[in-house]
T-cell receptor
C-alpha cells in the first residue's frame, strides 16, 4: 500500500534554532518527492521537488534530503524564524496511476521567540 | 490569473443544503485536482481532471459529491444534501501536466466549508 508518514506530528522550537522534519514512504514505483509549506488558513506552497537521482536540494534556509534506498526524506530548517511556523507536508509521486500523489499528514512547526 | 483562485473562501450552510465550490486554475494548466483537508490532517484526494474529463474520481466519498470541468478550465465541486461531516477545507490544485511527468502543483487558498 502506498503510504507517506511524517514525524514528528508537531514540533516547537526557539527562534534561531535548527530543526529537521522526517518523511518515510512506501510509494512504489517512486517518481519524485515534494515538500510543501502550509501556513494556517492558506493553501500549500511548494518548497522543493526531488527526483530519484537527487540527494539534496536547498531553497534558502530549507534543505531537503532524499535517500531513495531507505525511502526516507528529511527537511532541515536552518536559523528558524517566526514566519517558519506552519505545517510542512511531504508528498510522494508514483510513476503510475491517474492519481499518483500521496500526501503525508504533515508536521506542525511552531517557532517561538 | 496569476494563481489558482477558489471561491468562496468561506461558506457556512445548513445541513441538507446544496453547495457549489469553484476553482479557477492557472491558465494553460491541463491537470486539476480537488482535495479535502480536515483540521490537522494532510489533503485527502477527491478527484482529478485531465482536460475536461475526470481521469480519477475514486476519492469522492459518496454520490452526494460531484465535480465538473466542462471547458477544461474552471471546475466546480458540487455537494448535495450536505452533512456536518462534510465540514472541511476544500483545496484545488492545478498543474501544467499530470502523470509521470507531472509538473509543479500549485494550490489555491481553499474554500472553508462549515455545515451547521
Amino acid at each position: 500500500k502506498n503510504q507517506v508518514e511524517q514525524s514528528p506530528q508537531s514540533l516547537i522550537i526557539l527562534e534561531g534554532k535548527n530543526c529537521t522534519l522526517q518523511c518515510n514512504y512506501t510509494v512504489s514505483p517512486f517518481s519524485n518527492l515534494r515538500w510543501y509549506k502550509q501556513d494556517t488558513g492558506r493553501g500549500p506552497v511548494s518548497l522543493t521537488i526531488m527526483t530519484f537521482s537527487e540527494n539534496t536540494k536547498s531553497n534558502g534556509r530549507y534543505t531537503a534530503t532524499l535517500d531513495a534506498d531507505t525511502k526516507q526524506s528529511s527537511l532541515h530548517i536552518t536559523a528558524s524564524q517566526l514566519s517558519d511556523s506552519a505545517s510542512y507536508i511531504c508528498v510522494v509521486s508514483a510513476e503510475r496511476g491517474a492519481n499518483n500523489l500521496f500526501f503525508g499528514t504533515g508536521t506542525r512547526l511552531t517557532v517561538i521567540p | 490569473g496569476a494563481g489558482v483562485s477558489q471561491t468562496p473562501s468561506n461558506k457556512v450552510t445548513e445541513k441538507g443544503k446544496y453547495v457549489e465550490l469553484r476553482c479557477d486554475p492557472i491558465s494553460g494548466h491541463t491537470a486539476l485536482y480537488w482535495y479535502r483537508q480536515s483540521l490537522g490532517q494532510g489533503p485527502e484526494f477527491l478527484i482529478y481532471f485531465q482536460g475536461t474529463g475526470a481521469a480519477d474520481d475514486s476519492g469522492l466519498p459518496n454520490d452526494r459529491f460531484f465535480a465538473v470541468r466542462p471547458e477544461g478550465s474552471v471546475s466546480t465541486l458540487k455537494i448535495q444534501r450536505t452533512e456536518r461531516g462534510d465540514s472541511a477545507v476544500y483545496l484545488c490544485a492545478s498543474s501544467l501536466r499530470a502523470g509521470l511527468r507531472a509538473g509543479e502543483l500549485f494550490f489555491g487558498e481553499g474554500s472553508r466549508l462549515t455545515v451547521l
